[in-house]
């Protein structure tokens, strides 16, 4: 049983496309969060949500825009694809007031 | 299944003494090992790494320690400081897949440094 799981695991696209990353989690789980990892395995966050309130990081594009249909998904769509957009995307969950984070896998989206 | 396991949730040392964080995984096919600190309302920030050639690395006052043949990786943190106060996702990497760049992380364990 994935926690979190996400898909696609691997996305390549050409530049100027706009793709989508599906995001669910089973743990009922209260806040999602979309992290994007450079080429030196940082881990930066992009978004933060729970069913309350959207935290942007405020160096995020807004070619980046998450959606969340209900509390258990938090879909992540980029328009206008670009080169320096290539990347992993990690989404994860917690419980904000239980601690403890659930990774997803990751998506290695490829911007050709 | 989970692959990478950080069975304490959380840790209290006083400030100056040695905090060892540990995390054990069961996917022999792991190759390097990462360390994350995370503070509140921060994304996880890149901590340490090691290789599984090797079996000790020193950072500062950060060493991470791998025990292949027990699966079995620790943080020491020494001495500890109150900025140490956080918490800290172990991950590990897999060359041949299982994740879109091989990258599985435990679950965290928030490290409490007492005055």
């Known amino acids: 049983d994935t926690a979190v799981s996400q898909t696609p695991k691997y996305l390549v696209t050409q530049m100027g496309n706009d793709k989508s990353i599906k995001c669910e989690q089973n743990?009922?789980?209260?806040?999602m969060y979309w992290y994007k990892q450079d080429s030196k395995k940082f881990l930066k966050i992009m978004f933060s949500y729970n069913n309350k309130e959207l935290i942007i990081n405020e160096t995020v594009p807004n070619r980046f825009s998450p959606k969340s249909p209900d509390k258990a998904h938090l879909n992540l769509h980029i328009n206008s694809l670009e080169l320096g957009d290539s990347a992993v995307y990690f989404c994860a969950s917690s419980q904000l007031d239980r601690g403890g984070y659930t990774f997803g896998s990751g998506t290695r989206l490829t911007v050709v | 299944d989970q692959q990478v396991k950080q069975n304490s949730p959380s840790l209290s040392v006083q400030e100056g003494r040695i905090s060892i964080l540990n995390c054990d995984y069961t996917?022999?096919?792991?190759?390097?090992f990462l360390w994350y600190k995370k503070y509140p309302a921060e994304g996880p920030t890149f901590l340490i790494s090691?290789?599984?050639?090797?079996d000790k690395n020193e950072d500062g006052r950060f060493t991470v320690f791998l025990n292949k043949s027990a699966k079995h990786l620790s943080l020491h943190i020494v001495p500890s400081q109150p900025g140490d106060s956080a918490v800290y996702f172990c991950?590990?990497?897999?060359?041949?897949?299982?994740?879109?760049?091989?990258?599985?992380f435990g679950k965290g364990t928030h490290l409490i440094i007492q005055p």
């Open positions: 743990l009922g789980h209260d806040t």
């Open positions: 090691i290789s599984s050639i090797k």
């Open positions: 996917n022999s096919m792991f190759d390097y």
């Open positions: 991950a590990a990497s897999n060359p041949l897949g299982g994740g879109a760049d091989g990258l599985t």
